[in-house]
């Protein structure tokens, strides 16, 4: 039996979307890849990536940028290390604070790895950008993860 292809079609003008609708774009570091992978998020996904990304930039003035794994990456200014990523999935975008479980309050969702925590935003769903904001704060002042 033929296996199915994890990809779908690529829009006529646009990236591979992957499983759950998750962008492939190419690696590479500063704004240009990370706005890109914004900008072919589907649907109401690029509202949530713009808003992230603006929290980002706001809560962490110079933070670093890259695309890793079909996935932005955020790092603190000077730090070699990465403190945040998100992802798209079917149903929801999934934040990932590298070292969340530092933070306080804790993240709500939990991980397989110690330190790692997420917060998943579903469509509709009210973000508390001052939640947010200030786990950010907090995350980028810790040491980052090097990978």
């Not at 589907?42 to 079909?70: F, H, I, M, Q, Y």
């Not at 469509?123 to 040491?143: C, F, N, T, V």
Request: aromatic share 8%.
């Amino acid at each position: 039996m033929a296996k199915t292809p994890t990809t779908k079609a690529p829009p006529a003008d646009g990236p591979v979307l992957l499983s759950g609708g998750n962008p492939q774009i190419p690696k590479g570091d500063g704004d240009a890849p990370v706005q890109a992978y914004i900008a072919a998020m589907p649907g109401w996904k690029s509202d949530v990536g713009r808003r992230l990304d603006a929290l980002v930039e706001t809560a962490v003035p110079g933070v670093r940028k890259a695309v890793k794994w079909n996935s932005p990456f955020y790092g603190a200014p000077g730090d070699a290390g990465w403190f945040l990523s998100f992802h798209c999935f079917t149903r929801y975008v999934k934040v990932t604070f590298l070292n969340g479980a530092k933070l306080t309050p804790l993240p709500p969702g939990t991980s397989k790895h110690p330190d790692v925590r997420y917060l998943d935003i579903h469509e509709g769903e009210a973000i508390d950008e001052a939640q947010l904001a200030d786990w950010l704060k907090q995350a980028s002042a810790r040491p980052g993860e090097r990978l």
